[in-house]
């Protein structure tokens, strides 16, 4: 019966540490909160270079949803007198040290694509909130329907928060597009410590210790 008892115990222990390693850090991640034309998200950033605001629409949009009722819309208008390499888009930052394995991923469809060019960005800040690095998953080329972006990556040293960026970028005067985004996420990878493994082991020992002199 102890046996079982104890196994039970060693089974669950595992078991919330593995449950701890899969909590999406973001927070609206599947946009399901609505929102009027180029206002912020819940929780996340509006970013926008364009000159003017008839370039580029930010909404939330019932049209397509990978999950739930809604997803979030860039709609990207062709206007050539505006300089190139813009971007607009969406950020969240999140406490994250140095050398935590993190994966981002997000969902992605694009439509009427033209010289418009969506990604996934991760920035890695120091304390002064100064980029010490970046990283990005491009989207396939063309149009495509719901697509996963997704990067799996070691943050570098002296990492503070990380920036994720659901971003379009343009490449062109001409550019355009119909880009819906939705599920984001960020997960940092458990890895339990020594120190909490030690403690874990030493518990179990004494409780070990403690079903002995019971019998
Ligand atoms: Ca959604």
């Known amino acids: 019966m102890k046996k079982i008892f104890f196994l039970g115990l060693v089974v669950g222990l595992v078991l919330s540490l593995s449950s701890a390693a899969h909590a999406n850090m973001l927070v609206n991640s599947s946009f399901e909160t609505p929102m009027g ?7 996340w950033w509006g970013l926008r270079e ?38 607009a888009g969406w950020g969240q930052e999140v406490s994250i ?46 149009t495509f329907d719901w697509t996963n972006l997704s990067t799996t990556v070691t943050t570098p040293a ?19 597009g119909e880009f819906y985004w939705d599920d984001a996420s960020i997960d940092v990878a458990a890895v339990p410590e020594p120190a909490s493994l030690l403690l874990l082991g030493s518990g179990l020992v004494g409780l070990l210790g403690v079903s002995r002199k019971k019998k």
């Open 50 to 87: 364009f000159p003017t605001a008839t370039d580029v629409v930010m909404k939330t949009a019932t049209a397509e949803q990978y999950s739930g009722a809604q997803s979030g819309r860039i709609t990207m208008t062709a206007n050539t007198s505006t300089p190139r390499n813009l971007w």
């Open 158 to 176: 002296g990492t503070e928060t990380v920036l994720v960026n659901l971003l379009v970028e343009k490449t062109s005067g001409g550019a355009s």
């Open 97 to 142: 040290g140095a050398g935590q394995q993190i994966t981002a991923s997000a969902w992605l469809k694009a439509t009427a694509r033209n010289y418009a060019n969506p990604k996934l960005q991760l920035e890695f800040k120091d304390m002064g909130g100064v980029q010490i690095n970046k990283t990005s998953v491009a989207a396939p080329a063309g």
């Open 37 to 43: 034309d180029n206002a912020d998200p819940d929780g």
